[in-house]
């Protein structure tokens, strides 16, 4: 199987697309990619390999393009004015462009038939629509045609453009466009598995065409066809040659009316055998039903007398419970009112406690000045003793000196007298002179009289003794000048 690659570009969306040929004989068939926008979608789903027997006999000769479906079905966040300007570039890419190269390029001078599983569905049915007399023929493959799928809530009116159910609503009975849709062959096939979501877009489809008089081949197959590539090969192997066989297509409604019918059939014989054992498995299970039912109202019984007796068990501790809140409310206001004077006396403990630490500083200081006190006095009751020791050893030698004075005194008289002696026997006569000075010892007794007055100083020197250490013994000195 002969492959060739050439790249072609687009002036309206400034892109350029890849064109892959497969085969070298045969009906040319334009092949519009899947989701993934790309011309080797089909070749790396198997479905260039699967078709190689129809390009190996020389009946079709596939060109797969790329698509520029992400910048207009699958850019949903985009505005719809770029959407559906980049959409009707693409599809005037393929008029204008991709038409005439596959026409120039191909091995066969018939007209392409358009080819599209998916989005690629979508797309070769919109290429069919606008540009019906550049076709052959059309095989749409699990398509959604309804723009309502591709759009964030209610299209605008600018998606009618683009929308095949708009254009074919648009078509005018006699319009050139509805001629030539007349004479092509178009098949559109879907399953009916959960997965193909666009089968009711299909069927309006349908109903569409069929009211403009265009007849085309509309099958819906199994309820486990789905939404794959493995059934996308099956659908085209069977599909595509009816399409390019003459008469083929028309053969196909009749035989698909027929297979649809027995699929229904099934189906609805499938439905019921399930719907039977459904009925089968509720019956059963409404039996179990009963059963629990009654064992259920024996138990409802049961329950309720327990409510009742719990009812009437709450209802009591209710009661119980409520006096109990209102004696913790009364304690609770007895307890914040017994708190309140506790903060009161605490107030004043801590105040007492304040003043007992003021106390207890000056007593502190009381203290310490007695403690001085007691110091001064001990040490002046010391200076007394030793200022009364001092006197009495003063007024013991007080007493020393004034008898050895007297004593001196009295040898002093007794020289004197013993001096004068001679001279009295010479003066005789002179009695009143001798008279006299014995009459001066009265002056000896009147120096005795003055002891007093040393004793009078000890006295004062006593009483002064606690001045400190200025005091002290009476020195020689002065115990002489107090004499």
């Not at 074919?168 to 559109?188: M, N």
């Not at 590539?229 to 659908?235: H, K, N, S, T």
Request: hydrophobic residues 45%.
């Amino acid at each position: 199987m002969k492959a060739q690659m050439f790249t072609l570009e687009s002036k309206d969306l400034q892109k350029s697309f890849d064109v892959a040929v497969f085969g070298e004989s045969g009906t040319p068939v334009l092949v519009f990619p899947e989701g993934d926008s790309s011309f080797a979608s089909w070749q790396e789903a198997g479905m260039i390999d699967g078709l190689a027997s129809l390009m190996d006999d020389g009946a079709v000769q596939l060109f797969c393009v790329d698509s520029a479906d992400d910048l207009g079905w699958y850019s949903r966040f985009a505005i719809d004015e770029y959407r559906v300007d980049n959409i009707e570039g693409y599809l005037s890419f393929v008029k204008d462009g991709l038409v005439p190269f596959v026409r120039a390029h191909a091995a066969s001078p018939a007209a392409p038939v358009a080819l599209g599983a998916g989005m690629g569905a979508l797309n070769a049915t919109l290429a069919v629509l606008r540009d019906p007399a550049s076709f052959g023929g059309l095989l749409a493959l699990s398509g959604s045609y309804d723009v309502r799928a591709f759009v964030n809530g209610e299209p605008s009116a600018l998606w009618e453009k683009v929308s095949p159910l708009s254009l074919v609503d648009a078509l005018g009975p006699r319009a050139k466009a509805t001629q030539e849709l007349k004479r092509l062959r178009l098949a559109f096939v879907c399953g009916q598995e959960q997965s193909e979501s666009g089968i009711a877009s299909q069927k309006t489809l349908e109903e569409a065409l069929a009211q403009k008089g265009v007849k085309a081949t509309f099958e819906y197959w199994g309820y486990d066809v789905s939404h794959s590539w493995g059934w996308w090969l099956e659908e085209t192997r069977q599909l595509l040659p009816a399409i390019l066989s003459p008469g083929g297509l028309e053969e196909r409604r009749v035989s698909a009316r027929v297979a649809y019918a027995a699929n229904e059939d099934e189906h609805a014989r499938a439905a019921l055998t399930d719907a039977r054992e459904r009925l089968a498995a509720a019956r059963d299970a409404l039996k179990i039903a009963i059963k629990d039912a009654e064992a259920t109202a024996a138990r409802v019984q049961r329950e309720d007398a327990s409510v009742e007796q719990k009812r009437g068990r709450e209802a009591d501790l209710m009661a119980k419970a409520a006096k109990l809140w209102e004696e913790r409310d009364r304690v609770a206001a007895l307890l914040a009112e017994a708190e309140g004077k506790a903060r009161d006396v605490q107030g004043q403990a801590d105040a007492a406690a304040h003043d007992r630490a003021d106390a207890e500083w000056i007593a502190g200081e009381a203290k310490a000045a007695v403690e001085h006190a007691t110091q001064n006095r001990l040490s002046a009751e010391a200076r007394i003793a030793e200022c009364e020791a001092a006197v009495e050893a003063a007024q013991a030698a007080s007493a020393a000196a004034a008898s050895a004075l007297s004593a001196v005194r009295a040898e002093a008289d007794a020289e004197v007298a013993a001096a004068k002696r001679p001279a009295a026997k010479k003066a005789a006569a002179k009695r009143p002179a001798a008279k006299k000075a014995a009459s001066k010892k009265p002056a000896a007794k009147k120096a005795a009289t003055k002891k007093p007055a040393a004793k009078k100083a000890a006295t004062t020197k006593k009483t002064t003794g606690t001045s400190g250490a200025k005091g002290g013994k009476a020195s020689p000195k002065a115990a002489r000048g107090a004499k």
